[in-house]
């Protein structure tokens, strides 16, 4: 191959193999705020990384709930969890508390000719959510989330693909949402995660920051 073309196919490749392997990035799950029994929030949505995504909320009583999430992008790298909760809602303020615990499986995947080596990650978790809606006259919800857990399993060592290695460890993921209602009466979600490295090799997070938008059904 002519060295005028190798060099810049080579540092595409290596922006691919680095882009293909993401061993968790912080998930844009939904933050309900379920006001009572048989209340459900279904919302679909993008993030950043090419990720589309869904969440699924139901309140089971008037103190329970369940939740299922999900999303997956253009690498096949994929994340699925689900959770029950506890819930309390304030009519009086139009506020909510949810605490929701959990368990979260992942995977990365990485796609070449001869090999193809991929990670496999679980994760045990608590979320405590809390908010508001409605309010002013634009009906916007406000929630904010806080997510602890234990994330271990075997991911591919970029710098040597025959070699899988374990990690383990804890993380804390906060989020911000914000969700308001068109013209057409149609709610709209934003919202901000991160995710912070409290035992785990940072160098697992490979995207600390995930930004995605979504529709409420």
Not at 5 to 33: F, G, Q, R, W
Not at 73 to 86: E, K, P, T, Y
Request: proline share 4%; with cysteine.
């Amino acid at each position: 191959m002519n060295r005028k073309i190798k060099k810049p196919v080579t540092i595409v490749v290596l922006i691919l193999l680095n882009s293909c392997i993401a061993y968790y990035i912080p998930m844009a799950v939904d933050i309900p705020l379920i006001e009572g029994k048989g209340d459900e929030r279904i919302e679909t949505g993008l993030s950043a990384f090419g990720l589309v995504h869904g969440t699924y909320s139901y309140g089971l009583t008037d103190k329970v709930a369940v939740q299922a999430f999900g999303n997956i992008d253009h690498f096949s790298r994929f994340h699925i969890q689900s959770a029950v909760g506890l819930y309390k809602w304030y009519d009086e303020s139009l506020t909510g508390i949810e605490l929701y615990s959990g368990y979260g499986l992942g995977s990365c995947i990485l796609r070449r000719p001869g090999n193809d080596p991929s990670g496999l990650y679980h994760l045990v978790f608590s979320q405590l959510n809390v908010g508001r809606v409605e309010m002013s006259a634009a009906n916007i919800d406000l929630g904010m989330g806080l997510k602890g857990g234990y994330l271990w399993g075997n991911f591919v060592d970029i710098s040597d693909l025959k070699t899988m290695r374990k990690e383990k460890g804890y993380i804390i993921e906060p989020s911000v949402m914000l969700r308001f209602e068109s013209r057409r009466e149609v709610k709209y979600s934003i919202k901000f995660n991160y995710v912070f490295p409290v035992t785990i090799d940072k160098n697992v997070l490979l995207y600390p920051l995930n930004f995605s938008i979504g529709r409420q059904f």
